[in-house]
């Protein structure tokens, strides 16, 4: 029973880096997408999406039939439920990278915004924390996940940096607002990604030490504060 559970579970982890893999491609794909303004590498980001969602739908059907079954011990039945979660959030990480290759499709119908703003340096930290949340997942390193986890703020300043020079841009360029927006919502997307990397690391961490490391640090904002709270009024 033991050895059919291990094989039962190391088919759902080839499943899951499988999606994985595939998740990372349309990211990528996205990303370049939006750097080249390329239509067509945006629009098989957007047809790959069915595809992501099919796997998640397997892949949970395997895990609930894995639980359901047989009786995993206490590390393994915690490694099931990560992977569940890490599905759902691959999947939202798909959708953000489909919503990102809609915007070039609008920003492509348009003449290139200038000045340029700095996405691609938000998109590298977004992968990386991707690739990085899924490589502790592969190697089972819980220090590789936490290390994920605080990036997260570096994803976050370069998200509200952007924020500020494109709702400038829009406030001082009205013609400029449609171009504008379409980045700003390619940037809030590659924040969500960096966020749903996060989630991972928290889900391999759990899976790896039993403990639930989630909501367990303040907001950036919040810690920002930590030294020179506002003083009331």
Avoid: W
């Avoid at 992501?52 to 895990?63: T, V, Y």
């Avoid at 400038?168 to 966020?195: C, F, Q, T, W, Y």
């Avoid at 904002?221 to 003083?231: D, T």
């Amino acid at each position: 029973m033991t050895r059919y559970v291990d094989q039962s579970l190391e088919q759902v982890r080839t499943a899951l880096l499988e999606m994985a893999g595939r998740v990372e491609e349309m990211i990528a794909d996205a990303n370049r997408a939006l750097a080249e303004r390329d239509s067509t590498l945006a629009e098989s980001v957007i047809l790959a999406d069915p595809l992501i969602d099919a796997m998640e739908k397997r892949i949970d059907e395997d895990c609930l039939l894995l639980l359901a079954l047989q009786e995993p011990k206490a590390i393994d039945f915690r490694c099931i439920i990560a992977i569940q979660k890490i599905v759902g959030e691959l999947e939202r990480m798909g959708d953000s990278a489909v919503n990102i290759a809609q915007g070039v499709l609008q920003l492509n119908a348009e003449s290139p915004l200038e000045p340029r703003v700095d996405l691609p340096s938000l998109a590298e930290i977004a992968r990386g924390m991707v690739r990085e949340s899924l490589d502790s997942f592969v190697r089972k390193d819980a220090a590789l996940a936490r290390s994920v986890c605080e990036r997260d703020d570096d994803a976050d300043a370069v998200y509200h940096r952007l924020f500020g020079e494109l709702v400038g841009m829009m406030r001082s360029s009205p013609g400029k607002v449609d171009r504008a927006l379409h980045l700003l919502l390619a940037a809030r997307n590659l924040e969500r990604i960096a966020d749903h990397a996060t989630n991972v690391a928290e889900d391999v961490i759990f899976y790896l030490e039993a403990e639930d490391v989630r909501h367990s640090r303040p907001p950036s904002a919040i810690r920002a504060l930590g030294a020179n709270p506002p003083r009331p009024s």
